[in-house]
């Protein structure tokens, strides 16, 4: 990023792997909002531009990913669109199925090698996570501590069929011996400058059907069928030849036709396509097959390799794919970010601009005499609390700077490291106004790991609002995306509400899920893979727009109504948007309707004064149907 205005230098430290810090020297530190905008507040802040929350899940360039037609293609060289291989639940069983290449990026990260016990070898950063017999490990973690997360160890069994063979180089000799018996014939004489004439054979009688191909495949092996006793004979030689195990099947009784049947399962299954890359794919296929292997996939070591490689990910519509004979999760957060309203550029760059200089521009602006000490907002862009804050530590000196000065100041983050100021914060509530506001956005714990890996998981930012609460300080709660059949039961809510209201928080927004341009295409595949029931009722509630229908949110506004009189949170006072009618509204920072938890806003509600200059332009109030009133 060599024209970052500002640049001092760019660093990568070993404590953040795979993120660039640009360093720069800040202009100004305080951002106008827009007069006309529906936000409660006229300042940000924004100590850092890119996010470090990102959830980056990397292979190395060369693993194989396992491809719709059962060939194998290096990760490096997958494009948006491809048609690969992936896996979803079926009652209680996974099965292989075939998915889309959503996204796909590339960084630098620590590389780590993952050996198994048949061979498999598997280059990935630590991050990255393996469906296991007893669930998705990450390559490296620990039992305790920041870094405390399910990892791989020696007492776990990967899932997949395990190391094939590499495919092979097609040259013309191979090309030459791979002529008899392929309807592909005359391409390959074509090659040769052989003129070849096509015609058919065994068409379909009275009392036959039409012979369509030689060869055939069964749920469990590989099969090719003849009555040449030779043809037979150097078929199996040559699977012999290869390694691949095979077994002559003797007719039925109303067959002359004989059968050499492979054996071994899926993984022997593969190696034999992977070897001779048949030019015929359709039964390479590995479809609706269910997910089990007699391949020894043992863990036997993860070991740091000690450098820095290039790295790569995808996204997939079934939030996997198999890596080297294993199922290997993906990267769902770079499309999920979009539909839980956070931007999936910024969510995921890797390249984070820090304002160094931030606090020293924020107190000189805040000592103007110009300076109403109007309200400021933080974690409305980018989150002031990422994992970039822990090495810069920019927060202490900006609310320092914002309580000295008298400013009134709110905080929005879902990042865990707030509880280390816990104790700045209570020393400023002493000084200034100050709202505090956390974000969780699914609660269901399944839904949370199969759309959200990487983030802190809700009960975790549970943890957080309680430590707030205890401390005497304010603290509202985003519960969004409500997700509709899926999340809007009456018993999933109130546990959430529930919850909520146990650690303390002193109000609650509750948000239906939002389908803009770009996420509604990859939730909607999603949906569909996954619970296909619901596709129709979703198609109907967001018809052609991104805010769910006004009967859907009356009817959530009439579930959730007493669920929070049950649990003490009726009585909210909040605060509204900007050009919204009244305290009741609903909606996430960004959107056009926005209710704010109380808590989450500077006591004494929204700011008063604003320059002539910066005063909201008329506009037209939204219908009250179109509210969800909540607080």
């Not at 020297?25 to 106008?32: D, E, G, I, K, M």
């Not at 505090?436 to 983030?455: C, K, N, R, T, Y």
């Not at 029931?533 to 009439?558: G, H, I, T």
């Amino acid at each position: 990023m060599p024209s970052i205005r500002g640049l001092l230098r760019s660093v990568q430290v070993p404590e953040f792997p795979g993120l660039t810090f640009h360093e720069v020297r800040a202009r100004s530190a305080l951002n106008a909002v827009p007069g006309d905008s529906s936000m409660p507040f006229p300042y940000t802040i924004n100590p850092y531009r890119g996010c470090s929350h990102s959830c980056v899940y990397c292979l190395s360039g060369d693993t194989r990913v396992l491809m719709a037609d059962g060939t194998q293609r290096p990760i490096s060289e997958l494009r948006v669109g491809d048609r690969i291989i992936g896996t979803e639940k079926r009652e209680s069983r996974r099965h292989y199925v075939t998915t889309e290449v959503l996204a796909h990026w590339s960084t630098v990260k620590p590389a780590f090698r993952v050996e198994l016990a048949d061979g498999t070898e598997i280059v990935a950063s630590g991050d990255h996570r393996f469906l296991t017999a007893r669930g998705w490990k990450h390559v490296t973690g620990s039992m305790g501590g920041a870094d405390q997360r399910p990892n791989l160890t020696t007492d776990d069994t990967m899932l997949g069929f395990g190391r094939t063979v590499t495919s092979l180089d097609v040259r013309a000799d191979h090309r030459r011996g791979y002529l008899a018996g392929l309807d592909r014939t005359a391409d390959h004489l074509r090659h040769e400058g052989i003129h070849t004439t096509r015609f058919e054979s065994s068409r379909a009688t009275g009392y036959r059907k039409p012979l369509s191909a030689i060869g055939v495949q069964t749920r469990s092996a590989g099969e090719a069928s003849n009555r040449d006793e030779e043809i037979l004979s150097r078929t199996q030689e040559a699977l012999s030849g290869s390694g691949v195990d095979s077994v002559l099947e003797d007719p039925g009784p109303a067959s002359h036709v004989r059968t050499v049947r492979v054996r071994g399962g899926l993984r022997e299954q593969l190696r034999f396509p992977h070897l001779v890359d048949p030019a015929i794919r359709r039964k390479c296929s590995v479809e609706g097959a269910a997910v089990r292997s007699d391949a020894d996939l043992r863990v036997v070591s993860v070991r740091s390799l000690g450098v820095e490689m290039p790295m790569f990910d995808i996204t997939t519509g079934t939030g996997d794919f198999v890596a080297n004979g294993v199922v290997s999760h993906n990267c769902f957060a770079r499309r999920t970010h979009e539909w839980l309203e956070f931007d999936s550029g910024r969510d995921f760059d890797t390249q984070v601009v820090v304002k160094t200089n931030l606090v020293e521009v924020l107190r000189k602006e805040l000592a103007r005499p110009s300076w109403q000490r109007e309200h400021v907002a933080l974690g409305t862009n980018t989150d002031p609390y990422q994992r970039a804050e822990g090495r810069y530590r920019l927060m202490p000196g900006v609310i320092r700077a914002l309580a000295d000065s008298g400013t009134p100041f709110s905080i929005l983050t879902k990042g865990t490291l707030l509880r280390r100021d816990v104790p700045l914060l209570t020393e400023a509530a002493g000084k200034v106004p100050l709202g505090l506001g956390i974000s969780m956005a699914i609660w269901d714990d399944e839904l949370h790991q199969a759309l959200e890996p990487g983030v802190p998981s809700p009960r975790a930012r549970l943890d957080l609002v309680r430590a707030l609460t205890d401390a005497g300080l304010p603290c509202g709660v985003f519960l969004a995306p409500v997700l509709p059949g899926l999340t809007d039961d009456e018993e999933s809510l109130d546990a959430a509400i529930g919850a909520i209201a146990a650690a303390g928080a002193t109000g609650i927004t509750v948000i239906p899920l939002h389908l803009r341009p770009g996420a509604r295409e990859w939730f909607m595949a999603w949906l569909a893979r996954t619970h296909p029931d619901l596709v129709p009722r979703y198609e109907r509630m967001y018809a052609r727009r991104a805010y769910v229908s006004a009967e859907y949110r009356s009817w959530l506004s009439a579930r959730v109504a007493p669920l929070l009189t049950r649990h003490g949170l009726d009585r909210q006072s909040g605060g509204a948007a900007r050009q919204v009618d009244g305290p009741l509204a609903t909606g996430v920072p960004g959107d056009e309707e926005v209710g704010f938890p109380e808590g989450s806003l500077p006591t004494g509600g929204l700011p008063g004064v604003r320059p002539p200059w910066q005063q909201p332009a008329p506009s037209v109030e939204e219908p009250a149907a179109e509210q969800l009133t909540l607080l």
